[in-house]
């Protein structure tokens, strides 16, 4: 598995392609990456590189999540035919605005989107056709080390929302309180042991 979510897939830095990566990284990734965010892109220290696939008989998307990045590289594989598969972003961790709708991404075969790892997002279920990308999770540690992130990734810190959470910005997986806006759980849902956390007790 290409991570903790999705079940197709390969890691790319398992199969000798990581010295590959690195150099696109720290030639092409990084150059961007901190121009866009300078905090979380000063520098990258490590990545970890794969591809996902999405298609009917397989995942047919993603359920809201963060990534374990500081800043993610996304880049559409193919195939040209394939509907549906949009990406959904929502706020960021920790924010009020955490489970807010932001803004809606449909790939195009050979485009790149870049965020910030904390940016609550999700795939959208594939109508037709097959979806590969090529994600790159990059890891400034110098950042990681930082009080700034130690601070944010404790629950304390977490802020309450002000807002009902937008629909679909909800997360089966993570949500405590998803079937309080959802009638039921997804399908997708059927076979996990989920252990929601999100929002905290209190906030």
């Not at 290409?2 to 199969?15: D, T």
């Not at 540690?141 to 930082?146: A, H």
Request: proline fraction near 6%; include cysteine; charged fraction near 20%.
């Amino acid at each position: 598995r290409p991570n903790s979510m999705n079940n197709y897939g390969v890691i790319l830095n398992e199969i000798g392609m990581r010295p590959m990566i690195t150099a696109l990284q720290q030639q092409y990734i990084w150059p961007i990456a901190r121009v866009l965010f300078p905090t979380q892109g000063k520098v990258f220290h490590d990545h970890h590189s794969f591809i996902v696939r999405y298609q009917a008989d397989e995942d047919l998307g993603l359920d809201m999540h963060t990534d374990d990045s500081d800043v993610t590289f996304n880049v559409c594989l193919g195939d040209k035919n394939f509907t549906g598969a949009t990406l959904v972003f929502c706020g960021t961790f920790g924010q009020a605005d955490h489970r807010q709708f932001q803004h809606t991404y449909h790939h195009k075969v050979g485009r790149a989107v870049m965020h910030l790892g904390d940016r609550r997002h999700g795939a959208e279920d594939i109508d037709e056709g097959t979806r590969m990308n090529w994600i790159v999770w990059n890891h400034n540690w110098e950042y990681r080390s930082s009080p700034q992130y130690k601070q944010r990734m404790t629950t304390l810190a977490y802020q309450a929302e002000h807002l009902p959470p937008s629909k679909v910005c909800l997360s089966y997986t993570h949500d405590r309180d998803y079937t309080h806006f959802h009638s039921e759980l997804p399908k997708a849902a059927e076979d996990l042991h989920l252990h929601p956390w999100c929002p905290p007790p209190g906030k």
